[in-house]
């Protein structure tokens, strides 16, 4: 198909509903109190070759490093780092909870080339993230058809920030593929079928279609963090890491690690201006133990966790487990554990003889 049929196509669909007021509700469900705000993911298909650099730029992902873990790649990575041609890659978004729906919050912004449409920037340039009549609405554009070369478009990515199943999970934003079905993706996210029937509001197979984004639950790691940090809640999926407490802190979710969230310190200089280095980060009571470290004494296995952070500093907690196995009675345990019974029977049996005896009288 060449340039022209796709205006004219682009056209067709923007003149079905140019005369009409949009109503689309555009984004995830998400029913936590207004102005909610969380960090979510959107699965991006490139239609061309491109960089993380410039990724990062096109979806105003501010630091760089934040995309590299989103996608699980080195620190090391360098920022021509290639992104081939519809490969996927995981996009980190700030998502805003209003009015029952989420949104990615007031990014990314496009800037209108010569010919586009909205409906090729939805289609095309954001590959069924999005729908244009979502485009039109939050930019309050009266005529689909009008829109102007070098403005800048808000496009309103689906996020949200609820729990699902009474879980706390990062919700990723997947643009279903053509022959999908629902249990295919479910298995290739590690959710169910049914979870996901449940949460985009889908009765069936039949009402899965190609090339709209459906929302799926990604488990999120448990962590220390209390609700009064200023990254709370901090939420992290299996195989990615973020940084966090103004970049001094690198924290990593890993399945294998019983989901629990592992937290570092990141190496980097703080990301802003609110701290000149990085403050401490040892637990209260051991000044030997800092955040990510772990001591043992016999069986107790003692952990400095990282649990958030405020404006004057990071927060740490510890945690003891026990680490020794549960152990098994040997041969002379069991048979004293016999003996004991049987005493413990005949001494029950005597006071109810004794009982017996004492009515009789």
């Not at 485009?135 to 496009?155: D, H, K």
């Not at 999908?180 to 449940?198: C, N, P, R, W």
């Not at 488990?219 to 609700?227: F, G, I, K, L, P």
């Not at 703080?270 to 955040?291: F, H, K």
């Amino acid at each position: 198909m060449d340039f022209s049929h796709h205006i004219i196509i682009s056209l067709l669909f923007l003149f079905a509903f140019a005369t009409k007021p949009s109503t689309v509700q555009a984004g995830f469900k998400c029913t936590q109190s207004d102005r909610t705000t969380c960090t979510s993911l959107i699965g991006y298909k490139s239609p061309n070759q491109t960089t993380i650099f410039h990724l990062s730029n096109f979806f105003g992902v501010h630091d760089i490093n934040s995309l590299l873990g989103a996608n699980d790649l080195p620190l090391s990575t360098p920022s021509n780092y290639t992104v081939n041609a519809q490969q996927v890659i995981n996009i980190p978004i700030p998502c805003r909870c209003a009015n029952g729906t989420g949104i990615s919050n007031n990014i990314p912004r496009y800037r209108v080339q010569k010919d586009d449409t909205l409906f090729y920037i939805a289609s095309d340039v954001f590959g069924g993230l999005v729908k244009f009549p979502e485009i039109q609405q939050v930019n309050q554009i009266p005529n689909a058809n009008l829109i102007v070369t070098g403005e800048r478009l808000w496009i309103p990515l689906p996020c949200s920030c609820d729990d699902v199943e009474e879980q706390r999970v990062v919700h990723y934003g997947h643009v279903v593929e053509a022959m999908s079905t629902m249990e295919g993706i479910a298995k290739q996210f590690g959710t169910t079928s049914d979870v996901l029937f449940k949460l985009n509001d889908i009765s069936d197979d039949s009402k899965l279609i190609a090339g709209n984004a459906i929302d799926i639950p990604l488990t999120a790691c448990n962590s220390s963090v209390s609700n009064s940090s200023l990254d709370y809640p901090l939420l992290v999926s299996n195989g990615t890491y973020v940084f966090t407490a103004n970049g001094c802190m690198r924290c990593s979710c890993d399945s294998a690690k019983d989901w629990t969230l592992q937290c570092q310190p990141s190496g980097l200089r703080p990301a802003n201006n609110t701290w000149q280095t990085c403050p401490s980060m040892l637990c209260e009571g051991l000044d030997i133990l800092s955040v990510g470290n772990t001591t043992a004494v016999g069986c107790n296995q003692t952990t400095c966790d990282y649990s958030g952070f405020s404006n004057q500093s990071i927060l740490t907690t510890l945690a003891t487990v026990n680490t020794c196995p549960a152990s098994n009675p040997g041969p002379d345990e069991n048979k004293s554990s016999m003996i004991g019974q049987r005493w413990k029977f005949l001494f029950i049996s005597l006071h109810l003889i004794m009982l017996c005896l004492h009515l009789l009288w």
